[in-house]
């Protein structure tokens, strides 16, 4: 072992002990049974939906046992870390209205970054070093290689443990031979190296769990090459966890085989463990099966999809709460969201992410909003992406207030044709002028009706055009005018003797709505005709006409 003296030069002089940052993160003042919980995001890529998954379950415990959520970003791995993450966390965290109640300059128990808390790991690895508990590795890339290699060879569990460990035992005079060379180390925990050891701990949600026990003397702080000498994952985490006195962890099931480390470094750094709550991946129903919800193969799997989508953040979270908690699946919205979600609750199976239920969910709720709000979200929505959609709703706020009242405002049943923000366009763009493209009499939309009489039919209608307040009355004008250009009065007649009529009343009607709002499919035509008023309906059937307005 070596002498503290040695320990001690390799670490800045000024470097405090343990117990100056025991008293700068002192324990907490909080009720019975409150839980500081937190989300620990990696810069290394763009958000997963599961991980605003994890966050929502943080935030809801932390918040129903009078606790804390902080978000820590875990940025110790820089050679990956990617331009623009941090931003998309920030967006994402503010859309969904995830905002920490500790991060980023808000909070006591910071810095939040974890590559702003070199001195603090330093501080624990020099302990553990103190007490041999961890030691310096010399071992070069080479040497781990032909290790693994020959543990591989013998069939043996691969690692660096027992008398793999080159450096586990060496004698200090090698070890200061070594930094007299100044070759680079890294600091290695040392571990007990039992082999096919078991190891039992509790989960929050899945009770006992028994696993094999860590043998690897992980690494804990990186090469002394680097001009800083960050931690390692399962090091920083400990150590945060501890100081930023976190009790409660959440996070995916793929931690569970790291738990064992963990557990050890705890041990080792004498903390106090913090309950583990290890929770199912979202996935994908696939033909055959599921799998997980990939970053590489869905688009769903990343948080900017349902944001550039527009998809309205509530209806988002009351989606992702049903998944953890089936009960909040059969509660009303408003009650969802504001509902605690339980830890016992959570399944062991990985929840389905199902986007056509989520567009049935977020449907339902657009549909309980005023026009007002919509607008206004989705004006919120188009400025970052639709920013041509941005001024037109501007100039016409009136009219896309009356468009959206159409089948909606003061009906049992409104209308359900807006899933995310990005359908207005194609749900209520025909209603603004500088949105529609006007229709020819030969669109083939109007089914294959001779274009003379399409042209003939919208020029009669154009001519006696009259605004009336009755739906029945107003559509009288079209039943009318269908019988003077010799159209069936209804389906059946037609149906009979297809040979003497160009078509139905439906066909001929039609001829209107498509000229109106350039489908055959829209909204009661009485009521668009109305939002879009007399010069516009007009305008629009004398282009079909192939008249000047």
Known sequence: MLDRAVIDALFPADLPEPAYWEQQYPERSLPEGAQVTRFGPSPTGFVHIGGIYVATIDRSIAHATGGSYLVRVEDTDQSREVEGALDQFDRAFDYFDLRPDEGGEQGDYGPYRQSERERIYLTYARELLRQGKAYLCFATPEELADIRHRQEAAKLPTGYYGGWAIW???????????????????????????????????????????????????????????????????????????????????????????????????????????????????????????????????????????????????????????????????????????????????????????LVKLDDISADHIATLTGEQILTAVRAWATRYDPDLVPVLDARREQALAALAVERDGVENPRKDLRKWSDFRRAYGFFFAELFQPVAADDEQLGGLDPRLVRAFAADFADRYQVLDDAQEWFGQIRALAAEHGFAPNAKEYKKNPDAYPGSIREASQVIRVALTGSTRSPDLFSVAGALGAEEVLRRVRAVAGAQS
């Open 168 to 354: 586990r035992d060496r004698d200090a005079a090698e070890v200061r031979a070594k930094l007299d060379e100044g070759a680079p180390y890294v600091v290695r925990f040392r571990s007990e190296g039992r082999v096919d050891a078991k190891v039992s701990f509790t989960d929050a949600i899945r009770g006992r769990l028994e696993h094999e026990d860590n043998r690897n003397d992980v690494v804990i702080v990186k090469s002394s090459a680097n001009a800083v000498r960050l931690p390692t994952y399962h090091f920083a985490h400990a150590v945060d966890d501890h100081l930023m006195r976190v009790s409660l962890v959440i996070r995916g099931e793929e931690w569970i085989s790291s738990v064992p480390t963990h557990l050890q470094l705890f041990a080792a750094l004498g903390f106090e463990v913090p309950t583990y709550a290890h929770i199912a991946p979202l996935m994908k129903q696939i033909p055959g099966g599921k799998r997980k919800l990939s970053k590489r193969k869905d688009p769903e799997a990343g948080v900017d999809f349902y944001i550039e989508q527009g998809y309205p953040a509530e209806a988002v979270l009351y989606y992702l709460r049903g998944l953890a908690n089936g009960r909040l699946a059969e509660t009303p919205l408003p009650e969802a969201l504001a509902a605690p979600i339980r830890l016992d609750e959570c399944g062991v199976a990985g929840p389905l992410v199902d």
